[in-house]
């Protein structure tokens, strides 16, 4: 078997530019995405995500069941006012039967008591407050009561009224009966203000129970143009009395530019508490809640097989001018159902500023806690001098913000600029601003290192996982450049010894800190020799490199060869691209065999994943589609339910386009514009909006 070729001894070095000033080809060059499973099979040119509705994202839950809004959780909510009536009148009984009681204890007859309750929640119940004063309502306690108990019958009717109803002692032929009634004055101040405090205190208390021993409510999260954690943020604030800890949970993040859907899971909170903002309660912008249904346990990051992706693609030409689209489209997907794509990190995990976040994830491995502050807060500085539209406004004030802070070190002016959704870069000034300089022999200093601190760990993770994704990337072009024909040295998973014995490649790692995309997916990860994270989950093993024999055995194929990213805990290619990863990493000043840190978080120890990525199950479909103007070509989940058709928007009658409308299933780590890559070559046109054109 000829070996494969030497590694080049130079790799051109790619500056990351600015994504408004650079095309899609250049962005994925820069972070190591250069090759194809297939190079001369030819794509077809398409506008991709011109639409939300272009985009659409459904979950795929353990059950292996894709998921879809099919309803709003309207039985929730007549079951629901039921069972607060009920509620409502039991507690009512309760609270008058333990009131009387405490005030009258053993003292007074069973037969009085019971009387007096039955008056006293009638009138309750009939009261209306606009007509207190005006109708006065009455009851007779008809059984003759003595003195003494007369007594304890008029202050056990105070007490538990609060003073809206009064009683009196009749006389004549009634004498000894008590006549019940409603009060004209009105409660005291302080007993009102005591009594509506204790009401919130119940009402705090007062949920979960749907189901006897379920206390996780799971529902689905329908969203347009929002962000999976902005959701997440938002929800115990919509539905109140949290009690400042949030009790919602969910399984995987989605794209914030499509139409999503995805389980997410709340602690003891009731399905109709979450059916009402649907109606418009509490403001759920963009998003709707359903399908609920209670469960014993909740749902954590990775609780998912995958997800299923319908993907409309505008404007589509073929990229050869001698074969029909039909024929390109054709062809292009039979051809990566049978063989796959290269697997890369796709560019959403690099970042969407001019320096990517790779590069922030190299100063943090270097202990440079100034240059990675830097490289967060790095701006194009091009954007101070926009008056126009060419950029969204939220992203020059991004610019302004760090721009004062870089050049004058104002922390208040900068922290007053910086726009909400910039999480990292308002952690970091918000910690400058409260810390301050501080005084030291050379005049002072700032505590870099803290204010890294300050942003979320799992946000600050997603800078070391973007370098490793980085050189995993080239790394896994060398290899593919050298063919798909199985290499001594290669590395395979221990179990399963094949692809084929499961339905899509599952990402092995030591790592067991999850990982989360900018703007994708979770990638979930498994510790070696550990039970996985989801339920049922095979256990793990450590890679291993093919003998010769094995290589050519034809047990394995290019779908079972495995690439690790960089850690102190992986085993490395035993052959010539061992020398990428050292080439990769020495431009950097990092070694891939020295990858121990003693500060903890930035001690990685690496993972595995699979260089190529499959279908689930292989299935992949397609369809080419005639459109008008902007018409929305495949109706929604939620249009399902309102049962109504997409309506073209300003369709010109002679504009014809053509669309390629495609589905297919992915596993939690694969990237769907990776797929899209292999098929379409360098023919996807990521939507500009206005904003971001010129």
Same mark, same amino acid.
């Given at each position: ?402 721009? $004062?802070?870089? /050049? +004058?070190?104002?922390?208040? #002016? @900068?922290?007053?600029? !910086? ?5 990292? =870069? ?67 998973? $221990?179990?399963? /010894? +094949?692809?084929?014995?499961? #339905? @899509?490649?599952?990402? !092995? ?5 999850? =990982? ?179």
């Amino acid at each position: 078997m000829a070996s494969p070729p030497p590694p080049p001894t130079k790799r051109a070095k790619l500056d990351v530019p600015s994504h408004k000033a650079s095309t899609q080809k250049e962005l994925e060059l820069a972070v190591g995405i250069a090759g194809y499973v297939h190079p001369d099979l030819p794509g077809w040119q398409g506008v991709f995500k011109k639409r939300y509705a272009d985009f659409l994202v459904n979950e795929i839950g353990l059950d292996e069941k894709v998921a879809h809004l099919t309803d709003f959780g309207s039985e929730f909510l007549r079951k629901g006012g039921k069972k607060r009536e009920e509620k409502k009148e039991q507690k009512e009984g309760a609270e008058a039967e333990a009131s009387v009681s405490s005030v009258v204890g053993e003292d007074i007859g069973p037969e009085v008591l019971a009387a007096t309750l039955r008056a006293q929640l009638r009138l309750t119940s009939q009261q209306n407050p606009k007509l207190q004063g005006i109708i006065r309502l009455t009851e007779h306690i008809t059984q003759s009561v003595d003195r003494e108990e007369r007594g304890l019958v008029h202050t056990a009717i105070r007490e538990f009224s609060s003073g809206k109803i009064d009683s009196v002692t009749l006389s004549g032929d009634q004498d000894g009966c008590i006549r019940i009634y409603a009060s004209t004055g009105q409660p005291g101040m302080r007993q009102r203000k005591r009594g509506n405090r204790a009401g919130r205190r119940r009402n705090k208390s007062d949920k979960g129970d749907g189901e006897v021993g379920l206390d996780y409510c799971h529902f689905l999260v329908y969203k347009v143009n929002r962000d999976t954690m902005d959701v997440m943020g938002i929800l115990p604030h919509l539905i109140g009395g949290t009690g400042g800890k949030n009790p919602f949970s969910f399984a995987g993040n989605k794209d914030k530019r499509a139409v999503t859907v995805s389980w997410f899971s709340a602690y003891k909170v009731r399905a109709e508490r979450l059916a009402r903002l649907n109606q418009g309660e509490g403001g759920l912008r963009g998003c709707h809640v359903g399908n609920f249904c209670y469960k014993d346990t909740g749902l954590g990051l990775g609780d998912l097989c995958g997800n299923e992706f319908v993907i409309t693609l505008r404007e589509c030409v073929s990229s050869d001018a001698s074969k029909s689209l039909e024929e390109v489209v054709g062809a292009a997907m039979q051809r990566v159902r049978e063989t796959g794509f290269i697997n890369y990190f796709g560019l959403q995990r690099f970042g969407s500023h001019g320096v990517g976040t790779w590069e922030v994830g190299v100063e943090m491995l270097k202990s440079n806690w100034r240059g990675a502050v830097e490289k967060i807060l790095s701006y194009d500085a091009a954007i101070l001098e926009k008056d126009d539209d060419s950029v969204s406004a939220e992203e020059k004030s991004r610019a302004r913000a760090c721009h $004062a802070f870089l /050049t +004058t070190y104002d922390f208040q #002016k @900068a922290v007053e600029l !910086i726009p909400r959704r910039s999480n990292a =870069e308002r952690a970091i000034l918000t910690s400058f601003r409260d810390r301050g300089i501080e005084a030291n022999e050379h005049g002072g200093r700032l505590d870099y290192m803290a204010a890294l601190q300050a942003i979320p760990r799992k946000m600050r993770t997603i800078y070391l996982h973007a370098f490793q994704s980085f050189v995993w990337n080239y790394v896994v072009t060398e290899r593919i450049a050298w063919g798909i024909k199985v290499l001594p040295g290669d590395l395979v998973m $221990a179990e399963p /010894t +094949t692809a084929a014995e499961s #339905k @899509a490649p599952k990402p !092995i790692t030591t790592d067991d800190t999850p =990982e989360i995309d900018q703007d994708g997916e979770v990638i979930v990860r498994a510790p070696p020799g550990v039970a996985g994270t989801n339920p049922g989950e095979e256990k793990f093993k450590r890679a291993r490199a093919l003998s010769k024999e094995e290589a050519e055995s034809g047990k394995f194929t290019i779908k079972d060869i495995v690439l690790p990213t960089p850690g102190w805990d992986v085993v490395y290619p035993q052959n010539a691209l061992m020398e990428v990863y050292n080439r990769v990493m020495k431009e950097h000043g990092l070694d891939p065999l020295n990858m121990k840190r003693t500060h903890r978080e930035t001690s990685l120890p690496g993972s595995y994943r699979h260089v190529i990525g499959t279908f689930i199950n292989g299935e992949a479909s397609y369809e080419i589609r005639k459109y008008r103007g902007d018409e929305q070509i495949v109706k929604t989940d939620l249009e399902a339910i309102k049962q109504r058709e997409a309506v073209a928007e300003g369709a010109a009658k002679d504009d014809r386009k053509t669309a390629v409308v495609l589905r297919f299933q992915l596993g939690t780590s694969t990237y769907a514009t990776m797929a899209l890559r292999e098929l379409m070559k360098d023919g996807v046109k990521a939507f500009v909006p206005e904003f971001g054109r010129g």
